[in-house]
């Protein structure tokens, strides 16, 4: 079974500083591994996907984040904080779609808040 | 490209009525779409996932015959939240997953927030 930890419910940074959300997860095969960003009321936006190819992901708004298999971690980072950044950001995890008749379902984390101080 | 729509984004309804929520791939064909619940200040809960002229797939706990689940094309799903009471008050989020092989991404729609008076 698949599970989705994310360290700390709320994170809170200030303008300008790094940023850095945990996240680790549980798998039996070979996962794919991804962060999704919420702004209030709204759906999930996926910021960057590791699919198995360069454990080092870019996503959009300078976010990056590094599949560590000896760590099960993927943890998200970005260098310096903007005030847009303040929002939920999701981990999740899944089967490589069609491996072993998975759909591809996605495991989500329980989210961390992130808070940015001007 | 790859945007996916909901509609409507908000609806209050008596307990008792049945509400449909409409999910749409705006620009590319999903033969899988996914249905998701969030509470507040909670992660997503998948409820089920369907493929396009099939019946869905219901986690466990879902209750099938009250979340009814339409995928009729290979760009809109409804899910029929019917009888609906106070505790189906939810955020209620669908994704789709491209007509293509090996195709990992889903697409989120932007939400309908439900609420059951």
């Known amino acids: 079974a698949q599970s989705v930890t994310q360290l700390g419910s709320h994170v809170s940074v200030s303008e300008g500083a790094l940023v850095l959300l945990r996240c680790n997860y549980s798998?039996?095969?070979?996962?794919?591994l991804f962060w999704y960003v919420q702004y209030p009321n709204q759906g999930l936006q996926l910021l960057l996907k590791?699919?198995?190819?360069?454990?080092l992901v870019k996503g959009i708004n300078g976010f990056e984040a590094e599949f560590k298999k000896s760590e099960t971690s993927f943890h998200l980072t970005k260098p310096s904080a903007h005030m847009s950044d303040a929002a939920e950001y999701f981990c999740?995890?899944?089967?490589?779609?069609?491996?072993?008749?998975?759909?591809?379902?996605?495991?989500f984390g329980k989210g961390t808040k992130l808070s940015v101080k001007p | 490209g790859a945007v996916v729509s909901q509609h409507p984004s908000r609806v209050i309804c008596k307990s008792g009525t049945s509400v449909k929520i409409e999910c749409r791939s705006l620009?590319?064909?999903?033969?899988?779409m996914f249905w998701y619940r969030q509470f507040p200040k909670q992660s997503l809960m998948l409820m089920a996932t369907?493929?396009?002229?099939?019946?869905?797939?219901?986690e466990q706990g879902v209750e099938k015959d009250k979340f009814l689940i339409n995928h009729a094309s290979l760009t809109l799903s409804t899910l029929t939240v019917t009888s609906a009471h106070p505790e189906d008050s939810s955020f209620y989020i669908c994704?789709?997953?491209?007509?293509?092989?090996?195709?990992?991404?889903?697409?989120f729609g932007p939400g309908t927030r439900l609420l059951v008076l």
């Open positions: 994704s789709a997953r491209m007509a293509a092989s090996y195709q990992e991404t889903q697409y």
């Open positions: 798998s039996s095969v070979p996962p794919y």
């Open positions: 590791y699919t198995s190819a360069a454990t």
């Open positions: 999740a995890v899944s089967d490589p779609p069609y491996y072993g008749g998975s759909q591809g379902n996605l495991i």
């Open positions: 620009d590319f064909q999903a033969t899988t």
């Open positions: 369907s493929n396009e002229g099939s019946k869905a797939t219901y």
